[in-house]
């Protein structure tokens, strides 16, 4: 299966500084990632698909000005929670895909994300 | 909108004691149904794939099942390195997107 980096693992961060977490496919150069959040006892939700060379689409709910992602590359998305509060505190996981999710979807180890 | 469901939310079996998971969807054409296995602070690692009712998949202890309306994941034997949240999720439609449940907590009592 495909094998998937997320940078930094965990990152505290002072109330209204922003945070960038790089997702990075390391085995195959990926058109499509996505962004999940997981909140404790919940469940993944997806915040946003990125997209190689264009903009991302964002889910019913997620402030595409606040949480910012960038898919520069066929092996990189990165995403950035601007003017980050508490209450974006949580878990925040990349996933790719591989032939349109035939093959099934890789996910990256997770980056907790901690607003102080 | 696609629904998953899991249940129970938590189960705690003893070591050796076999048991099954739960997972209830909803889904527009099901274009997938997935388990995964996620440990405490780690992002999900696959387990299977499923794509019809009928079709089942065996990895080690674990098994899982499909019908029109639920997957089963069957647990034969478990040790105690089998706790862990097990997670579902759907793929339906004509996009990409993945709805998960909230997962199950499996903890095995040595």
Redesign the interface.
């Known amino acids: 299966g495909a094998v998937v980096s997320q940078h930094p693992s965990r990152v505290i961060c002072k109330s209204g500084t922003s945070v960038k977490i790089e997702c990075r496919s390391l085995d195959f150069q990926a058109t499509t990632m996505f962004w999940y959040r997981q909140f404790p006892k919940q469940s993944l939700m997806l915040m946003a698909t990125s997209n190689e060379g264009s903009k991302a689409t964002y889910e019913q709910g997620v402030e595409k000005d606040k949480f910012l992602i960038n898919h520069a590359s066929l092996t990189l998305s990165t995403l950035t929670v601007t003017s980050a509060h508490p209450e974006d505190s949580s878990f925040y996981i990349c996933s790719v895909s591989r032939q349109g999710g035939i093959r099934g979807y890789t996910f990256g180890s997770g980056t907790r994300l901690t607003v102080v | 909108e696609d629904q ?1 469901t899991q249940s129970p939310e938590a189960l705690r079996l003893q070591e050796g004691e076999s048991s099954s998971l739960n997972c209830s969807y909803t889904v527009s054409g099901l ?2 149904l ?1 388990w ?1 296995r996620q440990d405490p ?6 387990l299977f ?1 499923l794509y019809s009712a009928g079709e089942e998949k065996e990895k080690e202890r674990l098994k899982a099942t499909l019908t029109k309306k639920e997957s089963f994941l069957h647990i034969t034997a478990p040790k105690p390195e089998d706790s862990a949240t097990y ?1 579902c ?1 759907v ?1 339906g439609g004509s996009n ?8 199950t907590l499996l903890t095995v009592n040595p």
């Open positions: 998953v274009r997938g997935f995964y602070g780690k992002g999900p690692e696959f794939t997670l999720a793929r990409y997107k993945l709805t998960f449940g909230k997962g």
